[in-house]
């Protein structure tokens, strides 16, 4: 089990075409932990979006970059419409994740005028 723990807004508000930014604190990382980022919609899997170790990544859907201290990190969705309505979750995970565990926050992201509520997860 890691000790590491991340926390991030329970909810997001915003309109269609603005670009999003997520933030993730995470200020006990360790130096092999990547920080990782899936989205769930209502009734469905937990789906990918991306991953980092530091520094910046990009994707055509999102990007994420990472403070140079590694203590924070922020998912930037851009130009959001309703699709991109769903459960942010923020993971921690080191090179051999499945022996290890891992700790989430999660985020709703939904557009202005939704009504969203609160929500956290923790799994070890």
Known sequence: VI?????QPSSMD???GEDVNLPCN???ISG????????????????????GLRGTVNKSLASLTIASDRKSSTLVLPQVTLRDTAVYYC???????????CTC?????????DT?????????
């Open 3 to 7: 000790n590491a723990k991340t926390t």
């Open 14 to 16: 915003c309109a269609e």
């Open 26 to 28: 995470h200020s006990t």
């Open 32 to 51: 092999a932990d990547y920080i990782h980022w899936y989205r769930q919609n209502p009734n469905q899997s937990p789906q990918y979006v991306i991953h």
């Open 91 to 101: 993971v921690l995970r080191g090179a051999h994740w499945d022996r290890r565990g």
């Open 105 to 113: 926050a999660v985020s709703l992201v939904g557009r202005r005028g």
């Open 116 to 124: 969203v509520g609160e929500q956290s997860r923790e799994q070890i």
